[in-house]
């Protein structure tokens, strides 16, 4: 029914394929994480093409019944996860780069103007510091101050239009609609 070496899945009619590896490099299991030499393993290819290759039939029946590797204590995922392999991982030294000090002028302003601002006291930066707070401050205070009027003078022209609207007519009360809400039924 089927061709020789090939046997259909329950799961999702994907192809089993026991393989063997004629190259000389090692591969990894995708559930155990474990080395696979050339000749040993199972490849296993989904209908959406995708490889998988499994160390043993166990690693392949745990991928189908879906368990998790990261649960199975004897698993790489877990082992690396719970921290269990510290000695054998190589820890890769960061190496620190060294800012060198260069200097270089700034967009709009000059190393000649930076050099001065460097080297003026402390008194004086802090006195330029306080007039320019200063000045800011009276520059919001001002246009709060201007806010403020329009508002009196929206809120004094809203209350001559509203005395002059009540007199107009009264205004009608709010309440529950009376009466259905005039359906099909």
């Given at each position: 029914?089927y061709?020789?070496?090939?046997r ?16 000389f ?13 050339p ?16 160390a ?17 204590t004897?698993?790489?995922?877990y ?6 392999d ?8 960061r ?14 302003a ?65 309440g ?10």
């Amino acid at each position: 029914m089927y061709k020789f070496g090939y046997r259909r899945s329950f799961r999702d009619f994907d192809v089993h394929v026991t393989v063997l590896l004629w190259s000389f490099r090692t591969e990894l299991c995708r559930f155990s994480g474990a080395k696979i030499y050339p000749g040993r393993g199972i490849r296993f290819i989904r209908s959406d093409s995708q490889v998988f290759l499994f160390a043993n039939s166990k690693c392949k029946r745990y991928f189908h019944n879906r368990l998790k590797p990261s649960k199975l204590t004897w698993t790489a995922m877990y082992r690396k996860q719970h921290k269990k392999d510290i000695h054998a991982e190589t820890v890769k030294k960061r190496r620190r780069t060294t800012k060198k000090p260069y200097s270089r002028s700034i967009v709009g302003a000059t190393l000649e103007v930076i050099q001065k601002k460097r080297t003026e006291k402390a008194e004086v930066r802090d006195a330029a510091r306080e007039a320019a707070l200063r000045e800011i401050k009276e520059r919001i205070k001002k246009t709060k101050d201007e806010k403020k009027a329009k508002k009196a003078e929206l809120m004094s022209k809203s209350q001559k239009t509203q005395v002059k609207g009540s007199m107009a007519k009264a205004p009608t009360p709010k309440g529950p609609k009376l009466g259905g809400g005039g359906g099909k039924r």
